[in-house]
Every structure is written in C-alpha cells, then in structure tokens.
C-alpha cells in the first residue's frame, strides 16, 4: 500500500471531508432558502439556481466514489439505445440491493451531466434530514406518506410540477419499486406476499410496489419519454460495495446494465395490465440478474462513460473555501487560545466524528425500513 492510499485511511481526512460536506450543504441549504424569492416569479430560473446549488454538493459524493476511491461502473447497453440518455427527461428503474447501488446511478448521471436535476421517490421523513433531504425538498423531489389516498394526490400534483422543466435541464427520475433495499429477511416477507397472490417468486429481488409506477407512467407520459430499466451488479474484482470502503479509498467495481423502454410502450389502459407489466420486468430483470452472480458479468456490448472533471473541481473549490480558514482557526486556537477553548474543540470533534459515523450509517442495509410496513 502505498502513502497515498494509507493516508485515506486516516481518521483525520475522514473528518474533514465530513467537514467540508456537512458547512458546504448548510451553506447550499441557506441559499437555496433565499432562492425561494425568485420561485413566484420565474420558476424556471429557480430550478437553474437549484440544480447548480444541488450539484455543487452532491458531487462531493461522486467525488468520493470516482476520484477519492478510484471506483467505476461500466454500462452493458446497446450504444444506439442508450445515445439519448443525457439529452431527454428520463425515469430511471433500478434495483436495491445494495448499500450503495444510488452512489454508482449517480455517478452514471454525473457523467452523463444530470445529476443536479436528479429527483427521487422518498418517504415523507427525509424533506426534514439537515443537508440531503433539505436539498431534496427545494429541488422537488417527490415526498411520500405511505398512504395511498394521500400519495396518490402529491404524486398527481408533483408530477405535473415535473413535466414543466425548463429547457435544457434534463430531468432523472430515480425510481426503486421494491421501496426498500434487499435483505434476507424482507425477501422471506415478500415472497410470502408472492405466494398469496399467485406471483412468480423472485431470487434477489423484492415484490415491486404497483401502485405509485402505474400513476408514475401515467403522470409522466407525454412529457418523459423513456424508461430505463438498470439493474446493477458489483463485481468480484472490486472491495464489498460500502460507504466506508469507499471512503477508505477502496475500488468497488460495478456493471449496470442498462435498457430503454419508451413510456408510451408500456400499457396504461388498466391498473392491473401495468402492474403485470411491472411484475414481467422484474421476473426480467432477476434473471438477468441471476446470470451476472454466475457469470461475474452481464452479457451484452457495454460503454464506458468517461469521467468528467467538473466534481474534482468542484470538490477543489470547496476545501479551498473552508479549509483555509479552518486551519487558520484551529493555529490560532493551540497557539494563544486558553485551556478551556482547547478542551472545547477537541469535544467539537469527538461530537463530530460521531456523527460522521452516523451519517455513514444511515447508508447500510441494516438501517433500511421494514419491508411492509409504513415508517
């Protein structure tokens, strides 16, 4: 191992990248607040001013995965299908199986240059989660309670929202209709539900969730074009795909395969023919997925997106910004300051790390909620 990978080990780059995310997202959250003057007025250059806000931050975590940890993902496609990705509203389906499927996606549509207008299906909790879920909020990610009455109302109404980006702004809708990530334990839970209504039982997957994909489709239709159907596998040449590997600096390496449906090609007259449809997908998709734990790869051409430099840079800015007068601080603070404010800093950091640990936690497939039941 050589001193620079040693050193990404070290529990002192850890906090400050945890430094560096936690006052960057609260300074993105001030100003999206204050964008907030401009939405009755312009609501277009709202959603500009958001999405660069958002970008600005979350390419701290494709900063992590890609440069930081040195980790891919390559995509098994057919070239010609995939061409308009990047240039088209988009609903991307994927899998959930594991702690960090959503940094691999995101680090697809990073290159692909959509990642600050990415939006997602979450439950209602997480719009009042300091940083992410704030972000998420103001740049109109769809927030759901768990019951259907009440969902089916924000969906119709956040929807329509979404069908009025400006021009240029490629929205990418993050949908995972399982609800919640794979575990031994919910896959029991779900198959039991497979059998009492008569459906094909899955290998690694969950029972997708109907009812929020079928208003999704019907929402969305006329204004998103295509569907792409991901199912992402992480290869054996690569480290266990965690947060904290990655953090570590440890490669994960990943395949996602990739398919464009056109939305108008999925059957919307009856509630039940699209969720068929939804169910003869994921039947698709496990055994595709079956194939790639057999294989360690999926069949088919793939690309490889290149990385773009835009989220180092940004990451550059960032620590510039806020390390300079941190460390500036912290050397007048062990230099002149009294006993009592050392005491207080070296406190301010054990808090910290613990909540660094926290937050990574939250990413872990044991945290999830249970499969079945409202949070």
Not at 20 to 47: A, D, E, T
Not at 342 to 359: E, K, P, W, Y
């Amino acid at each position: 191992m050589g001193l620079w990978a040693e050193m990404k080990t070290w529990f002192v780059l850890h906090l400050l990248l945890g430094y560096i995310f936690i006052i960057s997202g609260l300074i993105v959250n001030f100003l999206m607040l204050c964008s907030c003057i401009v939405w009755p007025f312009n609501k277009s250059l709202y959603r500009k001013i958001n999405c660069m806000l958002a970008y600005s931050h979350w390419s701290q975590f494709t900063f992590l995965a890609q440069w930081w940890s040195g980790s891919n993902c390559i995509v098994r496609t057919d070239p010609e299908l995939f061409g308009p990705f990047g240039h088209e509203h988009a609903v991307v389906l994927m899998n959930h199986k594991y702690d960090i499927d959503w940094l691999l996606g995101w680090v697809m549509i990073e290159r692909l240059g959509m990642l600050g207008s990415s939006k997602i299906y979450g439950k209602q909790a997480l719009r009042y989660v300091p940083l992410i879920g704030w972000a998420w909020y103001f740049t109109e990610s769809i927030f759901l309670k768990r019951n259907w009455e009440e969902d089916k109302k924000i969906l119709l109404r956040d929807l329509k929202n979404m069908a009025s980006f400006p021009v240029n702004y490629w929205i990418t809708i993050l949908v995972f209709p399982e609800g919640t990530r794979f575990t031994d334990q919910k896959h029991r839970l779900s198959m039991e539900v497979a059998r009492q209504k008569g459906l094909p039982e899955l290998k690694h997957h969950l029972l997708p969730r109907t009812k929020g994909f079928v208003m999704t489709v019907r929402g969305l239709r006329g204004h998103v074009p295509a569907l792409y159907d991901s199912t992402i596998g992480f290869r054996s040449d690569g480290v266990e795909p965690t947060l904290m590997n990655v953090l570590y600096g440890r490669k994960v390496q990943a395949e996602l395969h990739v398919r464009r449906i056109l939305i108008e090609d999925i059957p919307i007259d009856t509630d039940e023919e699209c969720a068929a449809w939804l169910h003869k997908l994921y039947q698709e998709k496990d055994e595709l997925y079956d194939r790639f734990t057999k294989q360690g790869h999926f069949d088919g051409p793939y690309v490889e997106l290149p990385k773009r430099f835009t989220d180092l840079i940004m990451m550059i800015i960032w620590a510039i910004l806020l390390c300079v007068p941190l460390f500036y601080y912290l050397g007048k603070v062990f230099l002149l300051g009294s006993l009592y404010v050392q005491f207080g800093l070296v406190g301010t950091i054990i808090v910290a790390s613990i909540g660094l640990r926290m937050m990574i936690s939250v990413t872990e497939i044991h945290k999830g909620s249970v499969y079945g039941k409202a949070d």
